[in-house]
């Protein structure tokens, strides 16, 4: 569906080359949904706007739905659907209208394009709404209507900004319901980017991790997770016994960084141990053996932040470093 | 192929598909004023107020003899179209001001509709309700010893249409270019203007100006436009209509290439 060689944009500032985009490469398969996932200031939306010609490559290749980039923007156009960043919809305009003017722009009849916005007002929750302007609507009513606008001429893959930033929990899981019903039913490939890992983590199934302008992992989430990071074992012993630990812990580490932190006659440790799950009830067998048996016990899988603070030594939330 | 070679073979659309696509943009925008009649309303009294007010003083302020031994009311009507055009036109580029701020635009431009539509639908818009408001005044202005010549009146009408496409097109590209600082298309637009109507001789004739006037009005495209209306208006067909015809042509021209390199410019 999507086939990129070196894809790179440079943006000029003041003069200065600012490389956004530097020659990435991705393949996206038909069917898939895809996560880009990254700090604001990236790349991902940059990459975004150039498969949805939005913007033109610096250099580099881009293939989307079968037709180049470069020679026949309009031909892409017509073969994906874009909900960007924004609201979709004017101001002044009513929902009905909008959706009726967006079927036009992609050449569908009236009889169709009347049909499938009252399709998708109802699977939206919009009916109520039709004839009002868009104006008027509260913030998660206008995205949903984006969502409307976005998939008005049924498009096989569609391009996501950043889709629920801004939105409150219950209109996201709502917004996600009806993705992914959208995707169920027509197998719509979706390439979407997101700077919330948690929604990287449970919607995709591929995450393609983006920083400054460069690919740096490109997995299935949970891959990505158990590769990369393991997870977060916390464990306390007695203070007297600590010593008898040190050492066994370090070796179950790997070579990780083991974060030990005295209270209250406590000692407790802090290390990545890849596989947790697995491997803990064993390291307990061992500590008991050597002497020091647990206090207490914590075990947390790791999330897609642990894997970018793996990859890049930054948190995904503190965002890009400048 | 390098990506330069790619862009110089990348694909035009069509006349067909622009004219196409231009009809749902007109659509679209015309929505608008169809869903909000008030605002037809209002645009219908504008006219009739100015043409009522300014008229009679323009009559005694100056006299007849400048008027070429027409009646005042049949010399001012035309210049009063052209000014509602011009008024018009110039304003395409505000109201998508409006839609580059919310993501409506970028919505639009992800769409497969080509570029020289999306400007040319937007002034059409503009240019529409001057049909209306024409043709109105017009027949209001009868019984004033105005004589109407339907003909030529809608003639004149599609010339301005043309140069509104193009007057249209540099609003367009002027609100692209002053995207994130909205004040600096209302300062262009203003500063812009209100020369270009007082060189052309819309409002009082040019006739009876200074030397420089004169020769300053023969540069600006309004003049022969104003011309061309005039001509009409009058019930006349010459060399001052296809005068105006070419400028209003030239403008259309101008303004869908500098329009479309300013769409392509954002995209770089």
Known sequence: MIHTRKLTKNFTVKKETVEAVKGVDIDVAPGELVAFLGPNGAGKSTTLRMLTTLLRPTSGTATVAGVDVSVDPAGVRARIGYIGQGNGGGHSFRVIDEMMMQGRFYGMNTTDAAARAQELLKSLDLTNLAKRTVIKLSGGQRRRMDVALGLMHSPRLLFLDEPSTGMDPQNRANLWEHIMRMRAEHGTTIVLTTHYMDEADSMSERVIVIDHGRIIADDTAARLKANLAGDLLAVEVAAESAPGVRGLLGRAAAGGEVQENTHDGLVSFRLRLPEGARLAPALLKEMNDAGAPAQSLELKPPTLDDVFLELTGRNLREGADR | ?268
């Not at chain 2, 109201?95 to 539509?117: D, F, H, K």
């Not at chain 2, 060189?199 to 006739?207: F, Q, R, V």
């Open chain 2, 1 to 268: 192929m390098s990506v330069q070679d790619v862009r110089d073979v990348a694909k035009k659309p069509g006349l067909i598909q622009v004219l196409h696509d231009t009809r749902y943009v007109f659509w679209r925008e015309m929505l608008l004023p169809l869903r909000d009649p008030f605002s037809l309303i209002f645009s219908l009294i504008q006219p009739l107020v100015f043409l009522g007010l300014f008229g009679p003083l323009l009559g005694s302020a100056v006299g007849a003899p400048a008027f070429g031994g027409q009646s005042t009311l049949q010399w001012f009507l035309p210049g009063v179209v052209v000014m509602i055009a011009l008024f018009g036109t110039s304003m395409t580029g505000s109201n998508l001001q409006y839609e580059l701020m919310t993501g409506s635009y970028e919505r639009i431009l992800a769409t497969p509709l080509s570029r020289s539509s999306l400007m040319i639908g937007r002034a059409l818009k503009e240019w529409a309700p001057l049909v209306v408001q024409g043709l109105l005044i017009a027949l209001v202005c009868i019984p004033f010893g105005f004589v109407f010549y339907p003909l030529h009146v809608l003639f004149g009408l599609v010339i301005l249409g043309i140069f509104g496409i193009g007057l249209g097109a540099l609003s367009y590209a002027l609100a692209l270019v002053s995207q994130n600082k909205e004040w600096i298309f209302w300062g262009v637009q203003q500063t812009l203007l209100f020369p270009l109507m007082i060189l052309s001789g819309i409002m009082l004739p040019i006739e009876a100006g200074p030397d420089w006037m004169k020769t300053a009005s023969w540069f600006n495209p309004l003049t022969y436009l104003v011309n061309a209306e005039r001509e009409l208006f009058a019930g006349n067909i010459g060399s001052d209509t296809l005068l105006g015809l070419l400028a209003a042509s030239v403008t259309a021209a101008v303004g869908l290439v500098v329009g479309i390199r300013a769409i392509n410019r954002n995209i770089r």
